[in-house]
């Protein structure tokens, strides 16, 4: 079993709508990376957080330490959002080493 | 400030022969860590080098080793090139102290026929 999941593996979604992306980890950690990675594999940073929410544009991340739960949200999706999204953790037994859920790839059409 | 930058974009290689990737860090960052993404797959942590020594390594055999210069650009060698290396290679610079956030380069794409 992954030490980071995430769900759902994929996700269609019309222009506008609400996106929710979870991630499940089952180790403690220390922070947690919210990436966006588009056709061709540049990977960007979105957020990375350790606690509370972040905010920014349409995006909005959540974590809860305590539950080992973090939400990506995209308010009034729209199709340039089409990418696959990743949630990746640093571990505290290895502050150094990042370990990635497989992705969700998420399309949203016109 | 420059980002992190990869060379060469896209490679194809055949099998049992030897590859060497390249990365150079953002500006200040001093760490640099190689990862193995296959097609569907999240990346995997493949080793990280800090001040020009190995800091850390995933699972993953001696055939893979790595370098880091002076300048903390970093190399990622491959010996005896299988067909299930074939993948996305990231690697990502950071800083130790700003939050040990990454910063990803675009990979180079190795293809092993």
């Known amino acids: 079993k992954n030490e980071v999941e995430q769900s759902p593996q994929n996700l269609t979604a019309q222009e506008g709508e609400f996106i929710t992306i979870n991630c499940s980890y089952s180790v403690g950690i220390s922070a947690l990376h919210w990436l966006q990675q588009h056709p061709g594999g540049g990977i960007v940073s979105l957020f990375m957080l350790s606690s509370g929410k972040k905010k920014h544009g349409r995006l909005i991340a959540t974590i809860n330490i305590q539950e080992k739960h973090s939400s990506l949200h995209i308010t009034a999706s729209h199709p340039r959002d089409s990418a696959v999204y990743i949630c990746a953790a640093y571990p505290n037994y290895n502050t150094d080493k990042l370990i990635f859920g497989t992705g969700t790839r998420l399309q949203v059409f016109p | 400030e420059t980002g992190v930058t990869q060379s060469p974009t896209h490679l194809i290689k055949t099998r049992g022969q030897q590859v060497t990737l390249r990365c150079s860090s953002q500006s200040g960052h001093n760490t640099v860590s190689w990862y193995q993404q296959a097609l569907g797959q999240g990346p995997q942590f493949i080793f990280q080098?800090?001040?020009?020594?190995?800091?850390g390594r995933g699972n993953f055999p001696p055939r893979f080793s790595g370098l880091q210069f002076p300048n903390y650009s970093s190399e990622l060698n491959v010996n005896a090139l299988e067909l299930d290396d074939s993948a996305l290679y990231l690697c990502?610079?950071?800083?130790?102290?700003?939050?040990?956030?990454?910063?990803f380069g675009p990979g180079t794409r190795l293809t092993v026929t």
């Open positions: 080098y800090y001040r020009e020594e190995e800091n």
């Open positions: 990502a610079s950071s800083f130790p102290g700003q939050n040990y956030e990454q910063y």
